[in-house]
């Protein structure tokens, strides 16, 4: 079975890269990284620059420059904050120490599903409308090709998350000051093995949609129309405590959006249980996916 799968994987990694739209979203969603993240860079570069000048005229006459990078941690941590979500002292420490991570971690979260629907929403459907898909169940079972699909977009995704976040780590040293790429390399790794089960979770939600979908252009707007109305779910929380429906806030858990905060946090349950979380969603819709497809008429 393992044997198979991997074989399926290798193959639609090979199959993928050869695909223009997948290449074209992929490029769309670095150049936008590259972009969003130069503009921040800026921004930040701008403000290191006011307040080492605001620094330099309060500094003593002993010739020493001021320490950037610490003078201004409590700024970087406020930040990270407001990225997450949560009062400072609750992001992780790793988070807090620098500052590019956050952005690119709050980006990520946002626009990650969305790079995942359009890249990946005819990964079943494409096959079964066509019927390729006779022909690999000839060698693997279903659900082996299922799971093999699986794995090769997770690995297409942390493939392009790692470009991404190398692109940006890249400018962050080059025109900041304050940047640390050594005490940035912690923060990098925990972001990346956070968005693995965060990203497996919409790439299962995708894979199920292809395949209870008959065409491909319909589980692309089944795919979007499941993620939308998780997060329409996720709002629910908002409900007053002394309203006659609050018991409904309690719903927001079947939604995904509600356990990105945990990613965030600090102490060893946050980060561990949304990873639960996510890869639980996963499971599911996996599940849901491997049902449709063994009932599907080939």
């Known amino acids: 079975m393992l044997a198979h799968i991997l074989e399926i994987t290798r193959h639609e990694?090979?199959?993928?890269?050869?695909?223009?739209?997948?290449?074209v979203v992929t490029a769309m969603y670095l150049g936008s990284a590259v972009l969003?993240?130069?503009?921040?860079?800026?921004?930040?570069?701008?403000?290191e620059h006011e307040v080492l000048a605001r620094l330099s005229t309060q500094a003593p006459g002993d010739g020493t420059t001021p320490d950037l990078a610490l003078l201004s941690e409590?700024?970087?941590?406020?930040?990270?904050?407001?990225?997450?979500?949560?009062?400072?002292?609750?992001?992780?420490?790793?988070?807090?120490?620098?500052?590019?991570?956050?952005?690119?971690?709050?980006?990520?979260l946002i626009f990650l599903p969305f790079l995942i629907v359009f890249s990946c929403f005819d990964v079943m459907a494409g096959d079964l409308q066509s019927r390729a898909i006779l022909y690999t169940t000839l060698r693997a079972r279903r659900v082996e090709i299922l799971l093999g699909k699986l794995l090769a977009q997770l690995a297409l995704f942390l493939g392009v998350s790692v470009l991404g976040a190398a692109a940006l780590t890249l400018i962050a040293?080059?025109?900041?000051?304050?940047?640390?790429?050594?005490?940035?390399?912690?923060?990098?790794?925990?972001?990346?093995?956070?968005?693995?089960?965060?990203?497996?979770?919409?790439?299962?939600?995708?894979?199920?949609?292809?395949?209870?979908?008959?065409?491909?252009?319909?589980?692309?707007?089944?795919?979007?129309?499941?993620?939308?109305?998780?997060?329409?779910?996720?709002?629910?929380?908002?409900?007053?405590?002394?309203?006659?429906?609050?018991?409904?806030?309690?719903?927001?858990?079947?939604?995904?959006?509600?356990?990105?905060?945990?990613?965030?946090?600090?102490?060893?349950?946050?980060?561990?249980?949304?990873?639960l979380a996510y890869t639980l969603f996963a499971a599911v819709f996996v599940g849901l996916a491997a049902l449709s497809l063994k009932g599907r008429d080939l």
């Open 173 to 275: 040293t080059l025109a900041l000051q304050s940047f640390n790429l050594v005490a940035a390399l912690p923060a990098l790794a925990r972001m990346l093995l956070l968005l693995a089960p965060y990203g497996l979770a919409y790439l299962a939600l995708t894979i199920f949609a292809s395949t209870w979908a008959r065409q491909p252009f319909s589980a692309l707007l089944l795919a979007i129309g499941i993620m939308v109305a998780l997060r329409v779910v996720s709002w629910l929380d908002a409900i007053p405590a002394e309203s006659s429906l609050a018991l409904l806030k309690y719903a927001k858990w079947l939604s995904p959006s509600s356990y990105q905060q945990g990613l965030w946090l600090d102490d060893i349950w946050g980060p561990l249980s949304s990873s």
């Open 36 to 47: 969003g993240g130069l503009a921040f860079v800026l921004a930040v570069r701008f403000i």
């Open 74 to 108: 409590p700024a970087y941590q406020k930040l990270a904050a407001f990225f997450a979500g949560v009062e400072p002292t609750q992001v992780a420490e790793a988070f807090r120490t620098a500052v590019i991570v956050p952005f690119f971690l709050w980006g990520s």
């Open 13 to 23: 990694l090979v199959v993928a890269a050869r695909t223009r739209r997948a290449i």
